[in-house]
């Protein structure tokens, strides 16, 4: 399967859950936007859900 | 990109795969990352969803044989974008929907984002039930709304609570717990709260690294 892609985007999921604490972020698959995003109803027009962030200074450090 | 939208990713796909699990639903995706922009490549990046894909529905024939040709040729040819996307094609028809999950577009290879947005409608046109979910720093909303133009855009900024568990469970596991006392641990965490006015608009990082400073202040404080 490397023949179809060099990346392994399943290693860095796995960092980054074991890093991550329970409860933190569960408001978000709790919100209207989500769950009417999830259920595909809205076809092409609600295909796309955008979480938009600033980004880090530092996160390397705390890896 | 902040660890809260990465945690936002990777709870995200969590949460789809374990809904996914009993029906014929797949979840793919990718995180971006500067330091390994330069293999973040159209083909790669589309690949390594196809990859992600075929793990659910098996390795289809044409892929095989694909494969097998390649394999002779070359020295080991791989596919161009048009081959992955027919086969992705094909794969996402076979599935009843599909999630594609892209964390942190503003760090991928600029020069590959046009490519990735058509790549990423193209799936939609076809496939009207996928659905994508994207993570990135707030100016890359205006490169997504160009080609999804009705796109949902959730904010996320950190929340009192969330930091508070953080900050918690980073003390924890910190290396030198006998360095720790009541005192201290309350007012680790109460000045990272009080400061989080500053730090409402920026990520959960930047407490963390404050109250690594914090604390390091008061053993200094203490001693």
Request: glycine content about 6%; proline content about 5%; aromatic content about 6%.
């Amino acid at each position: 399967m490397r023949w179809l892609s060099p990346l392994e985007p399943n290693n860095r999921h796995q960092t980054v859950r074991n890093d991550r604490l329970d409860g933190v972020g569960d408001w978000f698959l709790e919100t209207p936007e989500f769950q009417e995003w999830r259920s595909g109803e809205g076809g092409v027009d609600k295909a796309v859900l955008f979480c938009s962030g600033d980004p880090g200074v530092g996160k390397t450090y705390l890896r | 990109m902040s660890l809260t939208a990465r945690n936002t990713s990777s709870l995200l796909i969590d949460s789809l795969c374990d809904r996914a699990r009993k029906e014929n639903i797949a979840v793919a995706g990718l995180y971006c990352d500067f330091v390994s922009q330069q293999e973040q490549t159209i083909t790669n990046i589309m690949g390594a969803i196809l990859k992600q894909l075929v793990g659910k529905v098996g390795i289809p024939s044409y892929l095989r044989e694909a494969f097998e040709e390649g394999k002779a040729e070359f020295g080991g040819r791989g596919l161009r974008l048009a081959g992955l996307m027919g086969m992705l094609r094909t794969v996402i028809a076979s599935l009843s929907q599909v999630f594609i999950c892209v964390d942190a577009l503003d760090e991928c290879l600029p020069k590959c984002l046009p490519e990735l947005f058509k790549s990423l409608s193209d799936i939609v046109r076809d496939s009207p039930s996928t659905r994508i979910f994207v993570t990135g720093r707030p100016h890359v909303r205006g490169d997504i709304q160009k080609c999804f133009a009705k796109a949902v855009v959730i904010p996320i900024s950190p929340n009192p609570n969330d930091i508070r568990n953080y900050v918690e469970m980073k003390l924890r596991k910190d290396a030198d717990p006998e360095a720790m006392n009541n005192d201290l641990w309350a007012d680790i965490v109460r000045v990272v709260l009080e400061n989080m006015s500053d730090m409402c608009v920026r990520p959960f990082i930047i407490p963390t690294l404050s109250m690594m400073d914090t604390y390091q202040r008061l053993c200094v404080d203490s001693s």
